[in-house]
């Protein structure tokens, strides 16, 4: 059974921390994304990876960074955490071969930044 | 620029009863659809998609999407709601671009609501 895990559902954090989000997916995927979830504005990309080292900025990067060391991986990092940030996390994957391809999708990470 | 609208943010049905979810879109290559169900406190997991073909599609638990190239639509239908279909689902676009690395644009969602 394909999974993708993340490694904590809730989290609480203050402002101004350094927050890790991490990823790992089972299914050997070469593309990975990060997507950030609000109510009514659903999810929006914040970052994706399309191999080892390599990243692309999605369409909300400002306030976050991103780390693949390996294919397996992918953590979100918030450098300086801020109120605007707390929300659901979701990670997803998807093998190479473009958008025709189910992004499988973690269970998400609450993050709450006081 | 490319956007997916689904236009209602909150539907309330009858179990049993037929559900019908919109979703318009705004795309200038060939579009990619996808259907993604959200139960609570789960992740995210496909209904369906729509490459070509057909434009009638069925997918998993008794969903299926009619996409309408001169509408710009891909609607979601059911044709009698079971209560686990409470949840919330989203309209996702992609395209096939050489830079796309299977990207998808989401609508904001909708969420269903299955009353006895």
């Known amino acids: 059974d394909v999974k993708v895990t993340q490694s904590s559902r809730y989290l609480v954090k203050r402002t101004g921390e350094k927050v890790f989000l991490e990823c790992v997916q089972d299914?050997?995927?070469?593309?990975m994304f990060w997507y950030r979830q609000d109510p009514g504005l659903g999810l929006r990309l914040i970052y994706f990876?399309?191999?080892?080292?390599?990243?692309e900025k999605g369409d909300i990067p400002e306030g976050y960074s991103v780390s693949r060391e390996k294919k397996e991986r992918f953590s979100l990092i918030l450098e300086s955490a801020s109120t605007n940030q707390t929300s659901m996390y979701l990670c997803a994957s998807t093998d190479r071969g473009g958008a025709y391809n189910e992004q499988f999708f973690g269970p998400g990470t609450r993050l709450t930044v006081l | 620029a490319q956007s997916v609208t689904q236009p209602d943010i909150h539907i309330t049905v009858s179990e049993g009863a037929s559900l019908e979810l919109r979703c318009n879109y705004s795309?200038?290559?060939?579009?990619?659809l996808f259907w993604y169900v959200q139960s609570p406190g789960q992740g995210l997991q496909l209904l369906l998609k729509y490459f070509s073909g057909d434009t009638l599609v069925q997918g998993i638990k008794g969903f299926e999407a009619e996409f309408k190239r001169s509408q710009s639509s891909f609607n979601l239908r059911k044709p009698s709601v079971h209560w686990s279909d409470a949840a919330e689902y989203f309209c996702a676009v992609g395209s096939m671009t050489t830079d796309s690395w299977g990207k998808l644009q989401f609508g904001a969602g909708t969420q269903v609501v299955v009353t006895p």
């Open positions: 990876s399309y191999d080892v080292k390599m990243k």
């Open positions: 299914m050997d995927h070469e593309n």
């Open positions: 795309y200038g290559a060939t579009p990619y």
